[in-house]
């Protein structure tokens, strides 16, 4: 907890987007992590909006070359964070610059999971959906963090 009060202690008044773009990041991670845990035990989730969360983890999408998509999400989220990180400690703005890059391979990966529950699936997930939003906070703020952040 002390490091994370040292990070976040790190970003100024004018990278409030940064400490955003970080807890959007942590965010994800638990989300997709929830996502991949439920995979491998083969526990149902329980999904009070869209009642669709099952159908939408058992499909045939829902795994790329036998790996679950959300075991994927949640590395991404957690090389996010932690990139994110090293590069607030060690003061780097290229490599915190490749990481808001990177943010746009989430978004464009997010929207097209997004289609293939609308229009292929025919099913939603409530957690699906929320690391959608996590991706496109993280992909709108990374132009923000591009620009403000003063590492």
Same mark, same amino acid.
């Not at 159908?55 to 964070?81: K, N």
């Not at 290229?94 to 391979?105: F, H």
């Not at 464009?108 to 609308?118: D, E, I, K, N």
């Given at each position: 907890?002390? *490091?994370?009060?040292? =990070? $976040? &202690?790190?970003?100024? %008044?004018?990278? #409030?987007?940064?400490?955003? +773009? *970080?807890?959007?990041? =942590? $965010? &994800?991670?638990?989300? %997709?992590?929830? #996502?991949?845990?439920?995979? +491998?035990?083969?526990?149902? =989730?329980?999904?009070?909006?869209?009642?669709?969360?099952?159908?939408?983890?058992?499909?045939?999408?829902?795994?790329?070359?036998?790996?679950?998509?959300?075991?994927?999400?949640?590395?991404?989220?957690?090389?996010?964070?932690?990139?994110?990180?090293?590069?607030?400690?060690?003061?780097?703005?290229?490599?915190?610059?490749?990481?808001?890059?990177?943010?746009?391979?989430?978004?464009?990966?997010?929207?097209?999971?997004?289609?293939?529950?609308?229009?292929?699936?025919?099913?939603?997930?409530?957690?699906?959906?929320?690391s959608l939003v996590a991706c496109t906070v993280l992909f709108a703020s990374?132009?923000?963090?591009?620009?403000?952040?003063?590492?």
């Amino acid at each position: 907890m002390n *490091l994370l009060r040292k =990070l $976040f &202690g790190r970003v100024k %008044a004018n990278n #409030l987007w940064l400490g955003i +773009f *970080l807890a959007t990041a =942590l $965010f &994800g991670f638990f989300d %997709a992590t929830y #996502l991949a845990i439920s995979h +491998f035990t083969g526990s149902s =989730l329980s999904c009070a909006l869209f009642k669709g969360c099952d159908i939408v983890t058992s499909s045939a999408y829902s795994t790329f070359f036998g790996v679950p998509v959300a075991l994927a999400g949640s590395l991404y989220y957690l090389a996010v964070f932690l990139g994110t990180i090293a590069a607030i400690d060690m003061r780097n703005a290229l490599l915190l610059r490749g990481i808001t890059y990177a943010t746009a391979v989430g978004f464009v990966g997010s929207l097209y999971f997004l289609y293939l529950q609308l229009f292929v699936i025919h099913a939603l997930c409530q957690y699906c959906i929320l690391s959608l939003v996590a991706c496109t906070v993280l992909f709108a703020s990374s132009f923000v963090v591009r620009k403000y952040s003063s590492l």
